[in-house]
């Protein structure tokens, strides 16, 4: 590969939070601080115009990666740099306009992340007054009217507040707002969980088409291993607070290295390749749950569950090595000890559809 | 088939201020003993409203308008409070998606396996206290002794739907109604609770209606699926054929628009545009006629009954050509 354009570059990116008791308390118990280990050194860069997605289960701290990169939280240590600034650095609002203008965010709940009061209209002009990109006027209308047709929605939808809207539409409205300001990227924290299957459809589709339109690049968060597969080019795979698997989207999905990794892809019902009934219950599960981030396990956080680990797994944590474009951090792949991974046996047409 | 369930042309109406609104029309469906009916359709569809009606725990606004519900022959919609709250829980038991709303957070779990036991079943106390700590164990739960004695807050979110399940299962009902009861869960632990449902299920011949939106769980564990649209059926059939050929066009766009595993990044989803029309404006003729890409002129008046199309039946004009002799084809 190339050189790619680097628009985002993550290094060792750690976030703690202190979830201590209050200091009397804590002296009255005599207990001493408790931290949260959100993120743990995680490591990833994005280039420009692809897509990157951040997958795990819930409390694996993918959000916690996309609120650090979106400056909504200060990492405890590692850097975020985009287009080559370092994003903790800003001292004053002042200074982190142009970064901000560049960098949109799309949530999860377009019924939470619309402000109720305000037309559509006013909802997307506001960054791009905000941002002193137009003054108010008939420049500024056409915009929005154009804007509001890049997501597919009329002209007059302007007007309509957002109640009047359903919810694939309002994803739409946020959408447009993130676009506003033309942002070279934008961070998409499970942007279609709350939506039904076939307006998902659509807003992946838009999502897809903007991307290749614009050139925009996108950090994906999402527990959807399917949506995952659908639009990312490189996927980061976490497990309490770091990356296990990271790399080109299609190895990673086709020959996972991780055992979590391997898990979590056999775990995730595919209607396309059903196995109700007879030969379901011989796929392999996940077994346990995922540990509190409070007191993670010692050496590699995935040994609790993980059916390949020894006594070696219990001590050390994994440092990541190379496999062909991935990078995976476990001792059993690098001692071999792994067995190539099966896909379900009753799931052949995979490997043949990829052919 | 000796039906277990027997759902015909169910109606449930909201009186909303200045008019009556029609959650669900026209339903009608049976689950056999022992089997697992999944049923699917998009968020005010009707399928969380024909399962609070089966349970008879529809509240105002909405009320049954028409239509008959015999649960093992015998009808139970004009069942009343105390006869109604008996067959509740006893036969019928119920799992929802949020554990926290199932389970009293002032009880440990013990207490509440013992008292729905002791409510429905009169025996021992302590025999009941000995059978929860079975079914503790039977669910998965670990160190079940213990756990007895344990808060629902104390617990994961996995581990409470497991009690869910477990008093859902402690006076074996013959039909459990579980609605989108892995929705709040993670992929790993959804799985795991999806086996013990079916493993519970197969062992003690228990009927399941299991309400959902996500068509993966339908393919992992139903024998049938239902698919709703617009508060009416518009196919149902054998889950292993409606997810390789659906007949209903809403059902295929469906299965369509779900990304899959399987690669193929070059292509959009097809997605079926617009969405799906509310209670609070109807459509004429076949619901699904406004977004279908087979609409034909009858569709716009007409609405499309319930007919055998195949192994399935579907509410489709086009459902009616299904047959293999049909003159016209379906090119």
Known sequence: MSTPDIILSVDHLTVRFDASQPLVSRLLAGTGRRTVHAVEEVDFEIARGTTFALVGESGCGKSTVARTIASLQRPTAGSVSFMGVDVAGFRTRHAAMPYRRNLQMIFQDPYASLNPRWQVGRIIAEPIVTHGLLARGPALDRRIDELLATVGLAPDDARKFPHQFSGGQRQRISIARALASNPAFIVCDEPTSALDVSVQAQILNLMRRLQRELGLSYLLISHNLAVVAHMADSIGVMYLGRLVERGDAAQILDTPQHPYTRLLLNTVPDPHAPRAGLSAGARPRLSGEVPSPLSPPSGCAFHPRCPFANARCTREIPAPIAVGRTWVACHAVEEARLPPFAPNPDDLTRSGDAA | ?331
């Open chain 2, 1 to 331: 088939m000796s039906a277990l369930l027997e759902v015909q042309n169910l109606r449930v109406e909201i009186a909303a201020r200045t008019r009556t609104l029609v959650a669900i029309d026209d339903v009608s469906f049976s689950i056999a003993a022992g089997e697992i009916l999944g049923m699917v359709g998009e968020s005010g569809a009707g399928k969380s409203v024909t399962g609070t009606a089966i349970l008879g725990l529809l509240e105002h606004p909405a009320y049954l308008a028409s239509g008959r519900i015999l649960f093992a022959g015998a009808r139970i919609d004009d069942l009343r409070g105390e006869k109604m709250r008996a067959l509740r829980g006893r036969h019928i038991a119920a799992v929802f998606q949020d554990p926290l709303t199932s389970l009293d957070p002032l009880m440990t779990i013990g207490q509440q396996l013992v008292e729905t036991m002791l409510t429905h079943l009169p025996q021992p106390h302590l025999q009941a206290v000995a059978r929860a700590e079975q079914l503790l164990a039977e669910v998965g739960i670990p160190a079940p002794r213990e756990r007895l004695d344990s808060y629902p807050h104390e617990l994961s979110g996995g581990m409470r739907q497991r009690v869910v399940l477990a008093l859902a299962f402690c006076c074996e009902p013959r039909l459990i109604i579980a609605d989108e009861p892995t929705t709040a869960l993670d992929v790993s632990i959804q799985a795991q609770v999806l086996d013990l449902l079916k493993r519970m299920c197969r062992e003690r011949g228990t009927a399941v209606m299991l309400v959902t939106h996500d068509m993966g769980v339908i393919a992992e564990t139903a024998d049938r699926v239902a698919v709703m649209y617009a508060g009416r059926l518009v196919e149902i059939g054998p889950t292993a054929e409606l997810l390789r050929a659906a007949v209903h066009p809403y059902s295929r766009g469906l299965m369509a628009s779900i990304p899959t595993m399987r690669r193929r990044r070059d292509d959009d989803l097809l997605h079926i545009p617009g969405s799906m029309p509310r209670p609070d404006a109807p459509v004429a003729g076949c619901a699904f006629h406004p977004r279908c890409p087979q609409v034909m002129a009858r569709c716009l008046t007409e609405r499309p009954p319930l007919v055998a199309a195949g192994p399935a039946r579907a509410a489709c004009w086009l459902a009616e050509d299904f047959a293999p002799t049909s003159p016209e084809g379906r090119a």
